[in-house]
């Protein structure tokens, strides 16, 4: 089971980067955004394909399965794909939190 330290460093870096997008100017979160985009988009990656229905379960889930059956796993899969879903596209797009230029346009 994950420590509460993880999930408070987890938690903080999250907090930062998201103060950081509410409180910088715009050139300085488009040199960050590539970045810190890019870590973002391979945790969420990792973290959905942690959440597929997986037809050879890993080991340690061979025993979960047995005791809650195939339904305990859909749930849980479906539950991470419905989150994502619900906040990356049902979702309108997040309101710009300050006056965004165009990175290399017209001053």
Same mark, same amino acid.
């Given at each position: 089971?994950?420590?509460?330290t993880?999930?408070?460093? !987890?938690?903080?870096?999250?907090?930062? #980067?998201?103060? #950081?997008?509410?409180?910088?100017?715009?050139?300085?979160?488009?040199?960050?955004?590539?970045?810190?985009?890019?870590?973002?988009?391979?945790?969420?990656? +990792?973290?959905? +394909?942690?959440?597929?229905?997986?037809?050879?379960?890993?080991?340690?889930?061979?025993?979960?399965?047995?005791? %809650?059956?195939?339904? %305990?796993?859909?749930?849980?899969?479906?539950?991470?794909w419905?989150?994502?879903?619900?906040?990356?596209?049902?979702?309108?797009?997040?309101?710009?939190?300050?006056?965004?230029?165009? !990175?290399g346009?017209?001053?």
């Amino acid at each position: 089971m994950m420590g509460n330290t993880t999930v408070e460093i !987890v938690s903080d870096y999250l907090d930062d #980067l998201e103060r #950081l997008l509410q409180h910088t100017d715009a050139a300085s979160v488009a040199v960050m955004a590539p970045t810190e985009l890019g870590r973002t988009i391979c945790a969420l990656r +990792a973290i959905l +394909a942690d959440h597929c229905p997986d037809p050879q379960p890993h080991p340690r889930a061979r025993s979960i399965r047995r005791l %809650w059956g195939r339904a %305990w796993q859909q749930v849980c899969s479906s539950r991470a794909w419905q989150v994502a879903y619900q906040h990356l596209i049902a979702a309108p797009p997040a309101a710009p939190t300050g006056p965004i230029d165009v !990175v290399g346009g017209p001053r």
